[in-house]
């Protein structure tokens, strides 16, 4: 059997990440499986298989007055994310489809970490996602670790399944997996915040664990600072990693029509 040489087998990995990252500039949220050089293995939402998780619905990233707005905010308007969430929880609501949140909350106890990664220690120093207590609900109306207004009437529907809360990015210090197992869960639409840390962590963390994973990329967001672009950094590993991306458009299609079928 003939095998590429080095040189080759480097060209055509080039090639490769040249052809995804042509793809994915410029698209303004939306990320197109055309002409990437890539496959595009596509995901089936099947009743009573497929969820809505969304991530981080709170108000520390989606609103005016969060904390993060300030890197942030450009972006969620840019891609019109707060309203692409709630369009995904109407149209996973009216159908029937099982909803997750995985919140981030950080406790008193929390702030007594030994280390901390670069966001984790920014994110205790503006006091991003505080709650006074894991039992404790004072103060945590309207603060910055609460939900975005318009989706309580989603989340606080008494079906929405709200996991105890991620620390870091990923679900490993939460128990959504557990949930979603226990509803027979093997299929997730994954939106929510932030595009290339709890987002990304949650999707790469639920295809390890053997779900089949799709993205919304307009229902996220990310920071976008001088010499750093969360963002894009997001659409590059979704298109990589994940079963399949699309906008919020053609995903709320896809859930209604999934109900009719």
Request: proline share 5%.
């Amino acid at each position: 059997m003939k095998t590429d040489t080095p040189k080759t087998t480097r060209r055509n990995i080039l090639a490769l990440a040249a052809a995804a990252a042509l793809t994915i500039s410029g698209i303004g949220g939306v990320v197109h499986a055309d002409n990437s050089g890539l496959p595009d293995p596509g995901f089936e939402i099947v009743q009573g298989k497929t969820a809505l998780l969304v991530t981080d619905p709170q108000n520390d990233f989606l609103s005016p007055d969060g904390v993060s707005w300030g890197v942030v905010g450009k972006n969620v308007e840019a891609n019109g994310t707060v309203k692409h969430i709630d369009q995904l929880f109407a149209a996973a609501k009216a159908t029937g489809m099982p909803v997750f949140v995985s919140p981030h909350y950080y406790y008193p106890h929390d702030h007594g970490w030994k280390f901390e990664g670069a966001l984790e220690a920014l994110m205790h120093k503006i006091g991003m996602f505080n709650r006074k207590g894991a039992l404790k609900t004072a103060g945590l109306e309207g603060s910055g670790a609460d939900w975005l207004p318009q989706y309580k009437k989603y989340i606080d529907d008494g079906k929405t399944v709200v996991t105890s809360p991620h620390k870091v990015f990923g679900p490993e210090t939460n128990d959504l997996v557990l949930q979603m197992r226990k509803q027979g869960i093997d299929k997730v639409i994954i939106a929510g915040m932030s595009a290339n840390l709890c987002t990304e962590s949650h999707m790469r963390a639920l295809i390890e664990q053997g779900f089949e994973v799709m993205v919304v990329t307009d229902a996220t967001a990310a920071a976008q600072v001088p010499g750093y672009d969360g963002y894009q950094a997001a659409l590059t590993n979704y298109r990589m990693i994940a079963s399949h991306v699309a906008d919020t458009k053609s995903t709320v299609a896809a859930i209604r029509a999934s109900a009719v079928n």
